[in-house]
Structure formats: structure tokens, C-alpha cells
């Protein structure tokens, strides 16, 4: 058996991560990529249905608040905390009581999917729940940070074997310019993976922001901002010095981009 492997194995899919507030639609950002959700240009909704072509790796239980209304649904949905509950008398389901161990065991199956099913994306939704979901289940007396960190890499290791696109969906986080004093916003960046940097609650801000910065330039692709103008209009910081925006991607983007996955993706030759 041989040790070597084509590069096209290891560089022909991306990691994406998109990062915004609650309830600025992350979710339905993603499902705005799959061929079975049609978008109107600016990436607003214009008809749904059944996703096939994706599966959500997930941890956060409002992930799908908004699809109803717009008929979209999504086929493949490998659910974390399910996973992780026990089994009701008379109820015949899988279960996993570890946390690191129900993640790699979710990520099984989102590869069985790929590889068996044709799915063409894995959307992590949300990676900051699913950060605290690790870091609730790790004694915090016991090399916590080590513990944590150690998980991460293997998530992250298990999902880029995988032949398709990731898409990391994270919550945003305010930084404060003093670590104390909610009025004075110094940055904004990425909620959960302090423990993937090592990083525990008694460090610096700027010592959890560097982490996770240093996790996230060695992780992602693309890692852009999603909000909203005054008039409601969704659009995706892709780049933007003193942001926490990153893309290596040789692509015509502009700094600030309508929030439509699609017309992206097909600017940057993957679809």
C-alpha cells in the first residue's frame, strides 16, 4: 500500500468560515448555496425546497428558525446534542455519551454522505456552540486547554479528509478595547475557540484574540463577516484591513460583497 497521495487530494476543497451576530441569517446564508434554494441577486430568498446537496453537522438548535417560511428543509442533518441524549425507554437510537467521541462519530456519517450520497458541502452549524459543547464536557481542572485544543484538530484533521467544501458557521464576538468596559469596542471577532488556542478564561483579551486568530490562519480559506445595512440589506465583509477577514482564494471579490454564495463561489471558479 502506498504512503503518498496526489496533491489534488489535499488542495481541491476549501474551508470557509462566516461569522455575523445572532439572528443575521448564517444559516440561511449557507443554504442559500445549495442548487435546490434559488436566491434573488442580492442573495435574498426566492424560492426553496428540499436540500439534498448538503449536510449540516449539527450543534445549535435554532439553526433551521427561519426556513420554514421560505419551504426550504434540509434532507441530511446530522445532530450533535441528539447524538448525545440518552435513549428514551422504548426508544431505538444511536447514542454517544462523549463529546469528542459524538462529534468524530457525526463526522462518520457526514462523510458516508459525501462519499455514498453525492453531497457536495458539510456546513458546521454553529462552530461556537459546538466549542462550548466541548469545553462543558472537559474537566476544567485537568488540562483544559490542552483537552480542548487536542479535540479541535481532530475535528478539524477528520473534516479536510473529507472531498468536499466546509462551511464553518461561527457567532461574532465583541472584543473590548480595555477586556473591562462594554463601551469601548476594540475589535470584533470570532465567538468560541479560545480553547483551541490554548487560551483560558484568566488570559488577556488580546491574548484570546491572537489565539484564535493564530487557530484561524491556520484552519480557513476564507473567512469573512456577515451583517446588514440600515435598510436590512444582508452583505459579506471579504476583506478589510484591521478586520478579522481573510481570503486566500485567487478571486475578483470586492471588500464588501452581497450575501449570495453562489455569485461568490462562481467568481472563484467552484462552481
Known sequence: MSLSRPSTEISSYYNFLFFGRTDVGKSMLAAGLSDQVELNPDGSIKSGGEITDMVWLNSDSASFGG???????????????????????????????????????????????????????????????????????????????????????????RLNAIPCHKIYLFQMKSIYADGKDPGKVGKMSVAGLAQAGGMKASYTVDAWYDAVRTWLSYNVDVLALLDQDKDGKRYLLTSKPGHLTKNKLRTNWSDKEPANLKILFKKAGLT
Open 67 to 157: 426556513f420554514g417560511q421560505y419551504n426550504i428543509s434540509v434532507k441530511h442533518v446530522v445532530d450533535i446534542p441528539w447524538l448525545m441524549r440518552k435513549p428514551n425507554e422504548g426508544e431505538d437510537k444511536p447514542y454517544v455519551s462523549n463529546a469528542s467521541a459524538a462529534i468524530l462519530k457525526a463526522i462518520e456519517e457526514c462523510e458516508r454522505l459525501v462519499r455514498q450520497q453525492g453531497v457536495q458541502y458539510i456546513v458546521i452549524d454553529n462552530g461556537t456552540t459546538l466549542d462550548a459543547l466541548l469545553m462543558a464536557h472537559v474537566d476544567p481542572d485537568n488540562d483544559f486547554g490542552r483537552k480542548v485544543r487536542q479535540a479541535w484538530y481532530g475535528i478539524r484533521e
